[in-house]
């Protein structure tokens, strides 16, 4: 089954196809903002897939219900944000959340698994780029990214947030 953000992708080439023949102008006008739409979407979809993956972790290792609702207002409600060092594109304050021991470990996961390391740039990508985004005057903010570069991106970092429940289940 397609993501909606593949979905939304896919409906977005197509207008730009009509329009590339039919208005130029709108066309040239909708390659500037519609790789901006599909980046907000790319990077909330990556916030609730991954406060989910969260969740869905505690869950699974505890049976106190309370312990989920501590770790969902205090972790995962509007504190998605400061999970990563989004600007510097980097995840070991995330990692650390989960102890030293398991920061050292995923350090040396990543050096061993290229695939890893390259869905978590993406998906470090999309974050700092929305952030770029949202802060920086949406109207004014110039994405250096095309439609299908975005679109790569999420498929990549996807796989990153997909890898999420393993990494945080494996015992090293």
Not at 14 to 28: C, G, K, Q, R, Y
Not at 90 to 108: H, R
Request: proline fraction near 2%.
């Amino acid at each position: 089954m397609q993501s909606q953000v593949s979905l939304l992708f896919k409906e977005h080439v197509a207008v730009l196809h009509h329009l590339e023949h039919t208005d130029p102008s709108f066309h040239a006008t909708l390659q500037v903002t519609l790789p901006k739409a599909l980046l907000l979407a790319a990077a909330s979809e990556f916030e609730t897939r991954a406060c989910a993956h969260l969740i869905g972790y505690v869950k699974s290792k505890t049976s106190d219900p309370k312990i989920a609702v501590l770790v969902d207002r205090q972790v995962v409600e509007r504190k998605y944000h400061t999970w990563f060092d989004w600007r510097r594109r980097n995840a070991n304050g995330f990692w650390a959340f989960f102890g030293d021991e398991f920061k050292t470990k995923m350090k040396k996961k990543l050096q061993e698994d290229e695939s890893l390391t390259e869905g978590l740039k993406a998906f470090l990508e999309i974050g700092d780029l929305r952030n770029q985004l949202v802060h920086n005057d949406y109207a004014k903010f110039t994405l250096e990214k095309t439609l299908e570069e975005i679109h790569e991106l999420y498929l990549n970092g996807g796989r990153f947030v997909e890898s999420l429940p393993k990494i945080l289940d494996e015992t090293y």
